[in-house]
């Protein structure tokens, strides 16, 4: 029996722009065992939870990061939280993403998905895994977290929609640039694009499906991190399932995306 | 000391909190959370023959002190409940109940004989699920259904067998004599009200089945007005619920007439949810000098 | 500019916001927060033949995202309304509905006959009333009852005949295809929902009738369900309401199939709320490029 | 149409104790026309308003004060308010004290009615009435505003049910007293006690039934400040009745405490 849910303080609240908070909070037991890709459940003052993926953490101070986009009550309630408010919050939750054998990753996010992948490269650069970021916003107002990613990654490729940025079309688009010029060697300290360069990627379901079908095709493993309406975070209610493919029996499963997931095997997601 | 233990029947349970169907799993989760051999029961999620996918995704609405779900009675079947769970939730040191909602009177009562031959504790007969097209709510809205339902799986087990009934109703009372009359040993209520919830911009419900269970605060009044209603009806216990959040919730249908109570949503938020309810009700009942939980049942003084 | 005006039946309301039964008065205190002449409509306060006092206190309940009433239909009696509140309510320049809830087929077809002889604009035949032992309710939970009410209140009166139903029941389109199979020129529902609030520490309810209707957000997803059914059934005009506190609300409620709406519990936390309702409506019909608000209705794609 | 909701900044709390607070909100136009025996009505999160006898105003400041008991969730959010939070407030609301023809006025307070009647005195003081103040509590650690009383009213009687006060026993209890010493014109400045002393009182349902009872039986006016549970505050939905006489007809009728209340006649009132 090991007690997770956590009342922690807030110990800083960054707004970067009208949509998006990072909030800062305080808490050891979740620095101790929080891997890339899992989640927290964070408490408002509606009747459910919120689940945020963790976004960054410090060992050293105990404090970790969730980047919040405002979008409804919850988030609004959220990102209007001040220094010194106490939060109750259930984590760290589910499956999170495996690098084991990655010499090399490269991570598409899309929108708040760049926020949990920001946590992916703060593990890898530790495994000393060569890193590659793209991310992909709607417009160069959306385009949060540049510095942080420049700073943490070997290379980053920023896409936006609208333009303005290194690459204009969405986050898959700038992937398949990149894809092309790893496989003809010219960027990136590997000399391959082989089996040990992982795809991890976060983002709108539609970008996730084209990134997955992308690195399938260039027979590169990938990981995708799904979105589902949640009702517990703990795996105990059911209604935040995805549909995933068992390839030995072929079957169709509906899998907790709050437990099993939210990082699934792009291989055994049936979109 | 209080006495927590309540009967239920035959079954002593060791306090009248239960974990409600649907939103415990089958206790594996919990353990992280709670010592499972100190709450009074587990409900296990609801059971059909063969196993069930459930609904698509969206399965969940928020509402006002609330939510809808429409998960559609997703479980593994009644074969793999007894090999792989039961034993596991055997071993918890608590009462295990099995939840079982057939899509015909058939289908339950296979099942009822299948778990006769096990050591399951106790059967909730679960006519009230909304989420599934056959049966279940179906049945559950039936007087001469829900007779029926009931005397055919009571005569396929010795098991104590708990019928779940459906707040959605004219009159639950009559349901419960129907279940009563045909030989239930308690009944349990209430299921989840049928509510819908929509989003404006696209003009689409927000759960994929269109519409799902109301549960949580929000039905509070609506279930303790059941369970009085109920508990003034039928001389077999009741088991009361909707919206219990804090022990003093569970007292309220206690005293509404409830001899147990079941915590359902209440543990998605927080997973501590159902020891915390029995220890504020030990508190408030050594405060009040109750010597045991049973004293509460029925003691409604109404106007 | 959007066009506000919905029809029901041959009435046209110049918004489809109406202020629900029981909420509102008779209009006289809520000018003070309100320009009346630019609501949609306001039903009054539940009227019998003879005056009323009403349930005894405590008549109200709060609770999570609701509350629970049990006024029990405290009125002046027809004939002080007709003489006393009808006019002023007609000086309002917005339309005018009498709701009545006698407690027998007889109470109800006098009143209507009375009626027919004033300037009022439609009639609201409350078939729903939780709070009083006689009529009410009772009728509303059989399709057989309210079609043979419903039948002879047509037959006094040529006034637009509203019937309110109870959410209350098993199958409530039935009771709205019973009301229009009697020649109901709309449906409105939901009224309350029964419930009951009990007081721990003293062992009572709170509510000195025990039992109360149960109103505000906690009820929202069932009347929207409700509402939902019931337009798929009859080809009426459906009234929606239950927990509208927003202008979001009211256009869930006109998507899921309502004409217009009632807003009934946000009145007594937010006095303002039948205007703001509609101004939310307005601003968001403007941002949807939506040209009259009677697009909205019936529009939920389902799954 | 004129708007009466209010949204008023808190711009004191005071803590008397672990029980008592009292809120300092600013509304010049609640101020404006505030009668003594009227109430706002609070917003809190919880789902209805909260009604609170106004205890306090100050014309200059455009302040005033309501005294707050914590008794269940609302009012604890209330006297959890800070400085600067915003609250929304509908009022002043109800059909306060009479005090036109009083030369003296006598209130007998319990409990949180002690709130109310001091916007009594305060008025009272202006209109240049004599104010005798009882106030009754069950202990002398409940004994609040014993300062304020003492310094605004002409003579202050403080009954507690367990001693250590002016008087022991309920406040029912002292104005007996005192009405005896009326009587035999030991205090007040007046002569005699006679219909122009008004009985104005607050508190409990029992201590008012008492008093009503001693002040009629004296041939004194008496007025009292009824407590319904309400919905709206405002008269719309008829949740708040009293029961109250009409001596003429003879007749029961259940009138809104509300708007006809929260003070009545003590004579119309049936207990
Ligand atoms: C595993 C996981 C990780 C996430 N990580 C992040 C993150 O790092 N940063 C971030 O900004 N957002 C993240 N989200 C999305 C975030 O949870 C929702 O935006 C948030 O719950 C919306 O709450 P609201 O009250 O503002 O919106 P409302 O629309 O008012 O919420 C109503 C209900 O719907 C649910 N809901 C609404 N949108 C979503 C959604 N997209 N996913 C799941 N539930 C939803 C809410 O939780 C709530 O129960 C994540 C979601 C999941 C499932
Ligand atoms: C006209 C009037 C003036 C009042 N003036 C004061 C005052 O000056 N100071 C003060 O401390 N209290 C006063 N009260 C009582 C105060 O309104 C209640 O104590 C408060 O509403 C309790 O809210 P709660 O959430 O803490 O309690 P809860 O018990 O959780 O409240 C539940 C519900 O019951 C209602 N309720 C509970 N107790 C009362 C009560 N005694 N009267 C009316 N409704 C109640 C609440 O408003 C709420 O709707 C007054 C009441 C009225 C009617
Ligand atoms: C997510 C979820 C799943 C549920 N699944 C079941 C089920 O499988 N069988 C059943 O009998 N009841 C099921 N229920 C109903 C609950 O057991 C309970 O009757 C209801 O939620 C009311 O109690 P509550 O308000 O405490 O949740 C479910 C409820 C929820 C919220
Ligand atoms: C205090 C109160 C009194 C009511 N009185 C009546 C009534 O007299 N007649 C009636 O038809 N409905 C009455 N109702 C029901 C409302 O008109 C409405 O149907 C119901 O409250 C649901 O809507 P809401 O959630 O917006 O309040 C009353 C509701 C409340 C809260
Ligand atoms: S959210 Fe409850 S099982 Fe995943
Ligand atoms: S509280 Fe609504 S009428 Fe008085």
Chains 1, 4 share one sequence.
């Not at chain 2, 089945?209 to 369970?227: H, Q």
Request: aromatic share 4%.
């Amino acid at each position: 029996m090991t007690q997770i849910e956590f009342n922690c303080p807030v110990v800083n609240q960054h707004r970067l722009n009208d949509q998006f908070v990072i909030l800062t909070l305080k808490s050891a037991a979740i620095c101790d065992t929080a891997q890339p890709g899992q989640f927290v459940n964070l408490s408002c003052q509606e009747f459910l939870r919120r689940p945020f993926g963790i976004m960054a953490i410090d060992r050293a101070t105990n404090e970790f990061q969730v980047g919040i986009q405002i979008k409804g009550k919850g988030t609004k309630q959220l990102a209007g939280l001040k220094i010194g408010d106490i939060v109750s919050i259930l984590g760290p939750l589910g499956h999170g993403f495996d690098m084991t054998g990655a010499r090399r990753i490269i991570t598409v996010g899309g929108g708040t998905g760049v926020f949990p992948l920001y946590f992916v490269h703060q593990t890898a650069k530790e495994l000393g895994i060569e890193r590659i970021a793209i991310c992909g916003y709607r417009s160069v107002e959306d385009a949060i977290l540049r510095d942080e990613f420049k700073a943490i990654a070997n290379r980053t490729v920023f896409a936006s929609d609208t333009g303005g940025l290194d690459v204009i079309g969405h986050a898959g688009h700038a992937l398949q640039i990149a894809l092309e010029q790893l496989a003809s060697n010219t960027i990136g300290s590997q000399p391959t694009l082989d089996q040990s360069t992982f795809i991890l990627t976060c983002g709108p379901k539609i970008m996730m499906q084209k990134v997955a079908e992308m690195a399938l095709a260039n027979g590169l493993s990938c990981q995708v991190s799904l979105e589902e309406h949640m009702g517990c975070g703990i795996g105990i209610c059911l209604v935040c399932v995805c549909k995933i493919k068992n390839h030995e029996t072929a079957e169709i499963n509906h899998q907790r995306c709050c437990v099993e997931g939210p990082v699934f095997a792009a291989e055994d997601v049936v979109w | 000391m209080v006495n927590t233990h309540v009967q239920i029947g035959e079954l002593t349970l060791k306090n009248p909190v239960i974990a409600a169907s649907g939103t415990f799993g089958f206790g594996r989760e919990m353990q992280q959370w709670n010592n499972l051999s100190q709450i009074g029961g587990i409900s296990s999620k609801g059971l059909t023959l063969n196993p069930r996918l459930g609904n698509d995704p969206t399965r969940v609405a928020e509402t006002a002190s609330g939510m809808l779900n429409s998960v559609g009675l997703q479980n593994p079947g009644l074969q793999a409940f007894i090999e792989h769970e039961l034993p596991f939730m055997l071993g918890l040191g608590t009462t295990v109940i099995a939840n079982i909602a057939g899509h015909s009177l058939e289908e339950n009562v296979q099942m009822a004989m299948q778990l006769d031959q096990t050591a399951v504790h106790a059967i909730e007969l679960n006519l009230s699920c909304p989420n599934v097209n056959k049966g279940c709510m179906a049945f559950g809205s039936s007087a001469h259904l829900i007779q029926e339902v009931v005397r055919a799986v009571r005569q396929s087990t010795t098991k104590p067998l708990w019928v779940k009934l459906t707040p959605n109703v004219t009159a639950i009372s009559e349901m419960a004599l129907a279940a009563e009359s045909a030989g239930a040993d308690a009944v349990c209520l209430i299921n989840t009200l049928l509510g819908m919830a929509i989003d404006r911009r696209s003009r689409r419900p927000v759960l994929r089945n269109n519409t799902g269970g109301l549960s949580g605060p929000a039905v509070k009044p609506v279930a303790l007005r059941m369970v009085w209603d109920v508990a003034k009806s039928v001389s077999i216990p009741v088991i009361g619920m909707g919206g219990i959040m804090t022990g003093e919730d569970a007292l309220e249908f206690m005293i509404a007439g409830a001899t147990a109570v079941q915590v359902g949503t209440a543990n998605l938020v927080k997973p501590t949810a159902c020891q915390d309810i029995i220890n504020e009700m030990i508190m408030i009942a050594t405060a009040e000098k109750i010597t045991s939980f049973s004293q509460y049942t029925g003691t409604l003084k109404t106007w």
